[in-house]
Structure formats: structure tokens, C-alpha cells
């Protein structure tokens, strides 16, 4: 079990995987859409499955304002850089370096985006252009996707399995 005092002091610095640059959604079980609601989560339905946007509009300066009501799947997440942190296998001030390093990239791709678009968008563009291959009309900068390319390169180096990229894994 993760020590509070280890998640508190490097995830109070991060936000990562709640601002929208490790996934684009969590998911949520069906009882818990209620209290999702209430917490003013962006709730997202599809048939019987349930999930929450992100970024998540509860978190604040990489805080979780609705902390004690949060949903199970947010409690059990781990990135790999808190895993790597708990069993010793990297030091906090290691891990903060990465997560400053990492929230450089993500304002670098920020700064690339265009107005009135998202992480999401320029990750649906990339999409579209690789299943499009060379017949693909290029919608986004080949700057912006470089930057994410970079992004991405370092999220799943030190914080998520390539696999579970996009969707928060459930707990
Ligand atoms: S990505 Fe990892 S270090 Fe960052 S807030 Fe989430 S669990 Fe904490
Ligand atoms: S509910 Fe809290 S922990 Fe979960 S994604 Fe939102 S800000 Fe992060």
C-alpha cells in the first residue's frame, strides 16, 4: 500500500493522470454515477458503461477537490513513477524532476495547440492521420505533433503501460 505521505507529496505536484494528458477518460461503475454527478464529474454513458471525461474539472492546482468521494477507480491508480517511488526503486527528488520535465512537455504541447482545442483533439488528429496514411490531409502543425509524440514517449516511459494509454485502467 502506498504510504499517504509518498502519494501526497508527489502527487500534489502532478495531476497527470486526472489533467488529461495520461487518459482521456476514466471509467466508473453504475453506483457510483450518482456521486460522479453530484461532484460535478463529466459523466459519459455508452449503453451500460459508464466513465467521466477528463481533464477532470475537480482537480485544482493538482489537487483533488472532491478527494473523499472520488470515484474507486481514481483511489486505485498508481502510475508507475509512484510504484517505482514506493519500492525505493527511485527517489522523490528523482520522481519530481520527471514530473517537472514531463509538465514542461505538456505545456509545450499546449502552447502548440490551436485555439479551442484539446490534448484529446490533437491525440484524434494523430488518429486520423495514421489510419489516413498518405492520403491523410494534415490537420494539425507537424510542431504541435512532435511535441506530443515527445509527450506521449514520456508518459509511457515513466507513468503508464503503452496499453493503457487513453483509458484510465480499471480498479
Ligand atoms: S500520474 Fe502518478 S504521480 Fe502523478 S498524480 Fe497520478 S499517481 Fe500521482
Ligand atoms: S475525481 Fe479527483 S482524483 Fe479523480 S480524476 Fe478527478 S481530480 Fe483526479
Sequence with gaps: MTRPSIASDLC????LCCNGAL????????EEVP???????SVL??????????PCPALEAATCQVYSTRPQTCRAFQCKLLRAVEAEDTTLDEATHIIIQTL???????????????LTDARRW???????GATATLTAS???MMA??????????HFRKATERQVMPRA
Design 12 to 15: 500534489t505536484q502532478c495531476g
Design 23 to 30: 487518459f482521456d477518460f476514466g471509467p466508473l461503475a453504475s
Design 35 to 41: 456521486g460522479a454527478r453530484r461532484d460535478g464529474l
Design 45 to 54: 454513458e455508452d449503453n451500460t458503461k459508464y466513465g467521466f471525461a477528463l
Design 104 to 118: 514542461a512537455a505538456l505545456d509545450e504541447v499546449k502552447q502548440q495547440l490551436p485555439p479551442n482545442s484539446s
Design 126 to 132: 494523430r488518429r486520423e492521420e495514421g489510419e489516413a
Design 142 to 144: 507537424p510542431y504541435l
Design 148 to 157: 506530443l509524440g515527445m509527450l506521449d514517449l514520456m508518459l509511457d516511459q
